[in-house]
């Protein structure tokens, strides 16, 4: 593209801590050809030396800063609502693109997708070899929020994200399911690819592990109608089985127990979705469709 031309894309990234990989994320987003039309952070905990950093690095880029922990999902509720573009790219304080042209893909995937609301890139992690690009897309349950772009206008319909500091096990799949139930549809693409600079290793983290337990009974809590209260029951002794064959024990009782009181103090957000809604997005989950 011509020099200086950007994308009508907003792109947000999330941040918490890593202030060398935030700022690293930040330089190849701006070197993007075409780079995207606005750039948003957001810092969590109100880390002021990091919004300072990225300020004195990119004074053009708008920061934002909690100044209590919201949690990732937090953090884009609050960048998509000061948004100035109708297609918004997300990332972690630690993704970003593979291609330079990933903004020009995620609008032309968004054109020949006009059912989408959100698109959901192929991420690549540490270690990793990176998959050539297919133009290849399947319609999918749930997405990556590190890894994903969003109609704005669908994002705001659901109300956005459930703020949670340690959000694993919930944040994306309870969007996924919100917008699910609204008609919305999630599609992920092999053309748009993400590098995911981790190799995981803090989900291991006890307290990470912890809250993958509490966060499914969450969901359950929240979404899912009485009668299926059964199979989300299922979803959790599945988790904790499959956190103790991979060796994550430290954290699942603690998960266990804080329960009860993790979903009281989210009580007022519980919105129950019709059985056939949730069934039909787990279906999707177990299958996703061809598109």
């Known amino acids: 593209m011509a020099p200086g031309v ?3 894309v ?7 801590r890593r202030v060398d990989d935030l700022l690293s994320t930040l330089r190849i987003l701006s070197e993007c050809d075409p780079a995207p039309a606005e750039i948003l952070v957001h810092v969590d905990g109100g880390e002021r030396g990091t919004a300072a950093a990225v300020n004195r690095a990119y004074p053009s ?7 209590e922990r919201v949690g990732p999902g937090g953090g884009r509720n609050r960048l998509l609502a000061i948004a100035a573009h109708p ?25 020949e997708f006009p059912d989408a609301a959100i698109i959901d890139a192929q991420v690549f992690h540490l270690n990793e070899a990176i998959a050539p690009d297919r133009r290849a897309a399947m319609w999918v349950a749930d997405f990556s929020g590190g890894a994903c772009a969003y109609r704005r206008d669908w994002f705001l319909k659901t ?12 944040e994306e799949v309870d969007l996924g399911l919100r917008v699910h139930a609204m008609g919305g549809r999630v599609l992920r ?31 359950t809590y929240l979404r899912y109608p009485v009668a299926l209260w059964i199979v989300g029951a299922g979803q959790i002794l599945n988790r904790v089985q499959w956190l103790m064959r991979h060796g994550r024990r430290a954290g699942i009782v603690s998960g266990l127990i804080h329960i009860p009181a993790h979903l009281a103090h989210h009580r007022h957000y519980r919105q ?20």
């Open 87 to 111: 297609l918004v790219a997300s990332f972690d304080d630690d993704s970003y693109p593979v291609d330079s042209d990933y903004f020009a893909r995620v609008v032309r995937v968004f054109e």
């Open 272 to 291: 129950p979705l019709p059985m056939a809604t949730v069934q039909s997005f787990l279906s999707l989950r177990r299958q996703p469709v061809p598109a």
């Open 10 to 16: 907003t792109a947000i990234v999330t941040g918490h």
């Open 6 to 8: 950007t994308a009508p």
């Open 61 to 67: 880029i708008h920061v934002v800063v909690s100044p």
């Open 189 to 219: 693409s092999s053309w748009l690819r993400v590098f995911h600079n981790t190799d995981l290793a803090r989900h291991a983290l006890p307290e990470v592990t912890s809250a993958s337990v509490a966060n499914l009974a969450l969901l």
């Open 159 to 170: 109300g956005g994200y459930l703020p949670l500091p340690l959000a694993y096990g919930m």
